[in-house]
C-alpha cells in the first residue's frame, strides 16, 4: 500500500481433480490495483497576520506575508474590509477559487483618520480565518518643553518674546493662566500685528506655530512683571 493505492497479487490452487494437491496456492505474477477516493481537504493550515499599532492617522498599512499549506485540492480567498495581493500581484478585493499549496498572501488597508482606532481586515481562505489589525496613534495635546526669552526694558515700554510650539499631533489651546500680558498665535517667528493680540484663549496647530506674547514693562523701576 502506497498513500491511498493499494496493489493486490493474484494466487491460484489446483484442485486434486487436475492433479493438484488442492491446497497449495501458486503465484500468477498478475496483480491489480484498487486506488481508494481521497477526501478533499480545502481549509488550509491556520495562518496569522501580525497586528500593528500606533500606526499614523489615514496611512497605507501592509501586513506581513503568508504561505498556504495544508491542502490537497483548490480552494478559495476572500476578503472583507481591505484588500489582498496574492503571490506578489496586485491588490484586489475580488474572490479567487484557484488557491492552492505554496501560494502567498499579503493584506493592505487604510488606517483609521481618528486617533485610537482600530482598522480591521479578514482573509478568508477556505473557511480559515485571520484579522489584520492596524490602530492609530494616541492624540498628544501636550507639547515639548518651551520657554519665552525674558526681557529687560525702559519703564513702561512694550516687550514682545515668542516661543515656538513642538510634540503635539493635533490642535491643542493655549490660554494665560495669570499676569496681564496678551499673547497672539502664528506660523511666524516674526511679531504679528498688535490686533493678533488678546487674553483669550486660541489654537496651536500641528503644522509650525509660535505662540507670542506681549506686556509692556513695569511703571516702576527694577520691577519685574
Same mark, same amino acid.
Given at each position: 500500500t502506497v498513500g491511498n493505492t493499494t496493489t493486490y497479487e493474484i494466487f491460484v490452487r489446483r484442485p486434486t481433480s487436475t492433479g493438484g494437491d488442492g491446497s497449495t496456492y501458486y503465484p500468477t505474477n498478475d496483480?491489480? *490495483? #484498487? $486506488?481508494?477516493?481521497?477526501? %478533499?481537504? /480545502? @481549509? %488550509?493550515?491556520? !495562518?496569522? !497576520? &501580525?497586528?500593528? /499599532?500606533?500606526v499614523a492617522l489615514s496611512? &497605507?498599512? $501592509?501586513?506581513n506575508t503568508i504561505t498556504v499549506a495544508g491542502l490537497n485540492t483548490s480552494t478559495s480567498v476572500s476578503i472583507?474590509?481591505? &484588500?489582498?495581493?496574492?503571490?506578489?500581484?496586485?491588490? =484586489?478585493?475580488?474572490?479567487?477559487n484557484t488557491v492552492v499549496n505554496g501560494n502567498t498572501f499579503a493584506v493592505r488597508h487604510t488606517a483609521s483618520g481618528s486617533f485610537s482606532t482600530a482598522t480591521n481586515s479578514t482573509l478568508n481562505i477556505g473557511g480559515v480565518t485571520d484579522v489584520y489589525s492596524s490602530t492609530t496613534l494616541a492624540s498628544d495635546t501636550t507639547p515639548n @518643553?518651551?520657554?519665552? =526669552?525674558?526681557?529687560?526694558?525702559?519703564?513702561? *515700554?512694550?516687550?514682545n518674546s515668542s516661543a515656538l510650539i513642538t510634540g503635539i499631533n493635533t490642535n491643542s489651546t493655549v490660554s494665560r493662566t495669570s499676569g496681564t500680558a496678551t499673547f497672539a #498665535?502664528?506660523?511666524?517667528?516674526?511679531? %504679528?500685528?498688535?490686533?493678533?493680540?488678546s487674553?483669550?484663549?486660541? /489654537?496651536?496647530? &500641528?503644522?509650525?506655530?509660535?505662540?507670542? #506674547?506681549?506686556?509692556?514693562?513695569? /511703571?516702576?523701576?527694577? $520691577? *519685574?512683571?
Open positions: 496483480t491489480f *490495483t #484498487v $486506488t481508494r477516493s481521497v477526501v %478533499p481537504i /480545502t @481549509a %488550509p493550515d491556520a !495562518f496569522t !497576520f &501580525t497586528d500593528v /499599532t500606533n496611512s &497605507t498599512q $501592509t501586513s472583507s474590509g481591505g &484588500t489582498y495581493s496574492k503571490n506578489g500581484g496586485a491588490y =484586489t478585493s475580488a474572490n479567487d @518643553a518651551f520657554a519665552f =526669552t525674558d526681557k529687560t526694558g525702559n519703564v513702561g *515700554t512694550e516687550q #498665535v502664528s506660523s511666524s517667528a516674526s511679531t %504679528p500685528a498688535a490686533s493678533s493680540f487674553s483669550s484663549a486660541k /489654537t496651536v496647530n &500641528t503644522s509650525i506655530d509660535y505662540v507670542h #506674547v506681549k506686556q509692556n514693562a513695569s /511703571t516702576s523701576y527694577s $520691577t *519685574t512683571l
